[in-house]
């Protein structure tokens, strides 16, 4: 059992930037894959980011690429979402989650086949 806790959400002006982190509980967290999705108003929940648990692998959705970075620290149970060039389109509810980091095809995760679940921060991106 995993459980993720977000945190760093807030109101910025675009153009601006945030850092979102997730904090997980248990001791083998390098174990799990973990990403993060979001939810805009009034539309379905969309894949922003993927790492894997020795952060070999990477994986970002093109709305974001370029302008936000995933990274992991393993020892420390955490994981985290920099966020630059902030524009209104990346106003939304950001989800942490993560699954298993074996035998699976991240495709599955990047559909959102995730095992646990936070339960979400809200960013705001005033134009």
């Known amino acids: 059992q995993v459980q993720l806790v977000e945190s760093g959400g807030g109101l910025v002006q675009a153009g601006g930037s945030l850092r979102l982190s997730c904090a997980a509980s248990?001791?083998?967290?390098?174990?799990?894959?973990a990403g993060w999705f979001r939810q805009a108003p009034g539309k379905e929940r969309e894949f922003v980011a993927l790492i894997s648990g020795s952060s070999i692998y990477k994986n970002y959705a093109d709305s974001v690429k370029g302008r936000f970075t995933i990274s992991r620290v393993n020892a420390k149970n955490t994981v985290s979402l920099q966020m630059n060039s902030l524009n209104s389109a990346d106003t939304a509810v950001y989800y942490c989650?993560?699954?298993?980091?074996?035998?699976?095809?991240?495709?599955?995760?990047?559909?959102?086949?995730?095992?646990?679940w936070g339960k979400g921060t809200l960013v705001t991106v005033s134009s």
């Open positions: 248990g001791r083998t967290f390098s174990s799990y894959a």
């Open positions: 989650a993560a699954g298993l980091d074996a035998g699976v095809r991240y495709s599955d995760y990047v559909n959102g086949a995730m095992d646990y």
